[in-house]
């Protein structure tokens, strides 16, 4: 590749009026400015999520509290899963995808940049819809409010007869619109990585993130279909007299759960596979080793894609189905834990022998390892069929995935977030604060998904308003609402540290971490067209390449 | 190379790991034993505390898979503490940059090949308790309950002893010598719940046009807590379960108990037109009268319960007169309607329902 794009630098475009800088944003279809307002749009969606959160837990820190009425916990609890999964996870993370990919393969936008901008929208609108159900579901019979049926809505909840007025209309419409923006971004992310590759860069030499990208959107392709096709058979009972889920007509509540988990299982590793994606691209660059088994870090993440779609009726282990069936989907379930294990020892293995520098980053990505290890390990005791008799619908599970949403996920996210920020910004966090936010946000997450585990155990179901005290599940709540508090502290200082040095941190540079795929070659933050003339690769690190010519990675892979 | 090093270490930590794993493994068998032996009635729904044999099934599972999950964790974790303290970078040192190592095709065959084994154990062992729970063929000595739930209570039925009850279900102590376990049809009448007391089954739904089933067999006498664990609507959360394992005398006399028709007390007289004259009759049934609603809880024998309201009050005076008077105070979002009865009507009927042993 030539050395012309790393010289490069930001082109400052002149200051206009806030109308243009406006007009700007709205109708960009630019990859990175679209990538941004997906992470903007996530994060204010992630705030309400949060809020949610905060009211559900302020409800629970006692036996018999009266914080909120039944039927709004019911709506917060609905509110939460569906904003968290479909207007927070999902966005930030094709937010993230659509910004880096392009860059990472050396291309000056995605496929189909147009299409790119109405996905985002349409997810955007989605959101609103979502939230316009707050005022805008009271029917003529007066049963408005947001939607109260729990965030995978099961049927026959979610019939005419069970549920009046719009709420439920809204959450279909919104997961049906959203639907179509996510399988629009599905299928520009997989024709970009497919068609526009620079030269040099075959799949054997792609950064693992985009590889990443590459099985997440495929399978975003592959199950947001049926989830979207569900929503209509919901909207024709609905509205038009079906009786596909209506249980009161003869229609199936059981259909409705091998739909909404077909797509509900495999959407657990379309979160969790940006995350090793953002893993991949950390680890070796704060160990200062390249990656430890990159082909078999590619195959072992096909192999989820794969093997993640037969797992679904996990989630339906109590739903009766017979012995056979059940075994069938105890296998799948383990199976599916060989390769996921294969992907920590791989990270182990690329910090093994390194020098490990612990910035905010690595901070979080090795938080990560941990956490994670421990929600794979509760996924084996969830996926043992019995265990799971116990364990479904109860605290426990619910510890179980907030622990890799959360304990995995969102802490790669946050790792992701200091690791691009300077890229993205110009500018340099502030050290110390992320460092702060690290510590107090281990701390806020070990005591809140730590101890939800044990009223579980105990046997205190999820979505229950309240409970009566001497059932042993007191103490517990109240440590896990104590947590939360520790956790919404820890992530005022995270904005505020991203706020404060957006315009006030230090100058970046291009590439601040030594790093050596080609975002860090460009200038931060990177011009509209990202490369003067477009790279030419050699191997998996190119600029690793061009830093050390005498031992070029090329010689080796 | 560094990974022979590697290697042999990570196979010390890992005899190291399985000598503390053994160690706790027969600390957990110990354990399972003594809870099999002790396990009683708890006011805390402990699963670790199995006092029926499909939960004691699932106990034992639980125990095996706790041990290889907490094995992998001590093995795993301490790998990555030990690479995270031993591999940093020391100070602000500049050094060469470190060996770079794309990868080992031997190591990452062990760590591929190593799982599987763990997966296939696993598997076999869970396959085991899945068969010997849902296979699970009943003697004829069984006793046979249907239980209905409906927004937000449970209703049982006993096709062969002609019993109808709700929220509390009696079930006989089943001795190992002589089982009697109870096998439960699983059915809805509305949305889907789910049938959960921790210490005597794992739980199942009841979903509406479908037919589950499950069994208890109980060993020790006492009142099992459990509740719906399936989002069912509003009041979800105070659809509460109580399952009385009694004594095999104390069962047949609940059960003829539970057969006679309801008491006729003229001294109630008043109290009882009220029910039967108000819309009462249209949900709920009283054995013996007009009252023959099937939409609320079977009323004939309410006061031989604890509680009313599924579970959400205790059975008294006071609160069976809130109860009727407004059911929102107690159990808000519940299907029952508020009566607007008059004080002296209120009261009428209140003593009429108290008769009803």
Known sequence: ?557 | MAYANLRKRAWCRCRHALAKGITFLGAALLCAQSSFAFAQASPIPNIFKPASTPADAIHRLSLFVLTITGLIFVIVGGLLIYAVVKFRRRGEEDGPEPAPVYGSNQMELAWTVVPCLIVLVLFLATARVIYSVQEAVPPATAVQVTAIGHQFWWEFRYPELGVVTANELHIPVSNPQNPTPTFIKLLSADTDHSFWVPQLAGKIDLIPNRNNSMWLDPHATGVYIGQCAQYCGTQHALMLLRVYVDSPEDFARWVAAQKQPAVANDAVAKGRRIFEQTACINCHAVSGTAANGVFGPDLTHLMSRYTIASGAAKNTHDNLKLWIHSPDSLKPGSLMPAMNLNAQDLDDLTTYLETLR
């Open chain 1, 1 to 557: 590749m030539s050395t012309e794009s790393i010289a490069l630098t930001g082109v400052r475009e002149p200051s206009r009026a806030f109308g243009d800088w406006l007009t700007s944003w709205i109708t960009t279809v630019d990859h990175k400015r679209l990538g941004i307002l997906y992470i903007v749009f996530a994060l204010l969606f992630l705030v309400l999520g949060g809020i949610e959160a905060t009211i559900i837990r302020i409800q629970l820190i006692a036996p018999l509290n009266t914080f909120v009425s039944p039927r709004t916990f019911n709506r917060m609890f609905t509110m939460h899963g569906t904003t968290m999964i479909f207007f927070a996870a999902m966005p930030i993370l094709f937010g993230f995808a659509n910004y880096f990919v392009p860059l990472m393969i050396g291309a000056r936008d995605m496929a189909f940049p147009r299409l790119n901008a109405l996905s985002f929208w349409l997810t955007a609108f989605g959101g609103f819809l979502l939230y316009f159900s707050f005022v805008g579901a009271n029917g003529l019979y007066g049963a408005g409010g947001a939607p109260d049926v729990g965030w995978f809505a099961y049927a026959p909840l979610t019939s005419k007869a069970f549920s009046l007025g719009h709420s439920t209309d809204f959450w279909t419409l919104s997961l049906m619109v959203s639907g179509f923006g996510s399988i629009g971004t599905g299928v520009n992310i997989v024709a970009t990585i497919v068609s526009m590759r620079c030269p040099g860069m075959t799949f054997g030499k792609m950064p693992l993130f985009a590889w990443l990208n590459l099985v997440v959107f495929g399978m975003v392709l592959v199950v947001v279909s049926p989830l979207t096709a569900a929503q209509l058979m919901l909207c024709v009972d609905r509205f038009l007299g079906g009786h596909f889920f209506d249980t009161q007509a003869g229609g199936s509540a059981v259909l409705w759960m091998h739909f909404f988990w077909f797509f509900g299982h495999p959407e657990v590793y379309i979160l969790v596979i940006p995350a090793f994606a953002f893993m991949s691209e950390i680890v070796p660059v704060f160990s200062r080793k390249p990656i430890f088994g990159y082909p078999i870090m590619v195959g072992a993440t096909v192999a989820i894609g794969f093997v993640s779609m037969t797992v679904w009726a996990h989630h339906m282990f109590t739903v009766g189905m017979s012995a056979y069936g059940n075994s069938f989907f105890v296998i799948t379930t383990m199976i599916v834990g060989i390769p996921t294990g294969i992907k920590i020892f791989n990270w182990l293995g690329t910090m093994w022998g390194g020098k490990i520098i612990f910035k905010t980053p690595m901070l979080f990505c090795i938080a990560f390892l941990f956490q994670f290890l421990v929600a794979g390990l509760t996924g084996i005791m969830l996926g043992a069929a019995p265990f799971d008799w116990q364990l479904a619908g109860s605290y426990f599970l619910v510890a179980h995935f907030h622990y890799v949403i959360v304990g995995a996920i969102l802490f790669a996210l946050f790792g992701a977030f200091y690791y691009w920020f300077p890229k993205m910004s110009g500018r340099m966090y502030n050290e110390t604060l992320g460092k702060v936010h690290f510590w107090l946000f281990v701390l806020g997450f070990h005591l809140t998904f730590d101890f939800m585990h044990i009223p579980g155990l105990l046997g205190m179901p999820r979505r229950i308003y309240t409970y009566e005290p001497g059932r042993g599940w007191e103490v517990w709540n109240l440590i896990v609402t104590i947590g939360a508090v520790v956790q919404g502290i820890a992530i005022l200082i995270f904005v505020s540290n991203l706020l404060y040095s957006m315009f006030k941190g230090k100058l970046a540079g291009n590439d601040p971490w030594d790093a050596w795929t080609l975002e860090w070659s460009v200038a931060s933050p990177p011009p509209e067209y990202n490369f003067l003339t477009i790279p030419e690769v050699r191997s998996r690190r190119p600029l690793w390449d061009i830093k050390h010519p005498e031992d070029p990675d090329w010689k080796y892979e």
